[in-house]
């Protein structure tokens, strides 16, 4: 049993350095009722510095001080569960965000292609999101110019670098059953402008 899923259909929380996708996770949050306070320590999380965001960031002098302390990471998260361990995130939002969020290498665009309605009214509060989704499933959008002229909506200029149409990652997941045991496998492959694929993690869950 397996599915392949498009990495590129949620907001990667490794982009929200970017002012754009900051903006998205941020709507969305409004949007599922998650306090989005989080944002800024997240940014500190990610960032290479030891210099706070602002009053909500929060970099080692924060973590170093809790009963179980760590450190920042300073870098990109390599697993979405990380998010976990930044100020302002509880699990109840957490499992809130977590069907619309993923961590991919650096910057990534979403695919127009794939989002979900939740994410596509990120890019405007106004926009009708049953009828962007019937337009897709008839046809495919083919490009940023072909979305806007059928969809009637024109995207700001600078946020079009963190739109696509297209996808370079992907999600697979499976089952894999011996005898009465079962464990699940989650996949990540990238797919290069050449059609060239590879994996970049494999993750296994427990046996049951």
Request: aromatic letters at 8%; glycine letters at 4%.
């Amino acid at each position: 049993l397996g599915s392949l899923q498009d990495a590129q259909s949620m907001i990667n929380i490794n982009s929200v350095l970017q002012q754009e996708n900051e903006d998205r996770l941020r709507a969305l949050c409004n949007n599922l009722e998650v306090s989005p306070v989080f944002i800024a320590a997240l940014k500190d999380w990610l960032d290479s510095d030891l210099d706070t965001v602002d009053a909500d960031g929060a970099e080692d002098d924060y973590y170093t001080a809790l009963e179980y302390p760590y450190r920042t990471a300073n870098r990109a998260m390599s697993d979405i569960s990380e998010l976990l361990l930044v100020k302002g995130i509880d699990n109840d939002s957490y499992q809130k965000l977590k069907p619309f969020i993923t961590v991919l290498p650096g910057n990534t665009s979403l695919n127009m292609n794939t989002i979900s309605g939740e994410l596509y009214q990120t890019l405007d509060a106004n926009l009708d999101s049953e009828k962007f989704i019937a337009e897709r499933e008839t046809n495919a959008f083919t490009s940023l110019e072909d979305y806007q002229t059928r969809m009637n909506h024109t995207l700001p200029e600078k946020g079009r670098p963190t739109l696509s149409v297209s996808t370079e990652y992907f999600i697979a997941s499976g089952q894999i059953t011996l005898g009465e045991k079962s464990v699940f496998v989650t996949t990540l492959i990238h797919r290069d402008n050449k059609g060239a694929t590879r994996i970049l993690s494999r993750q296994f869950g427990e046996f049951s």
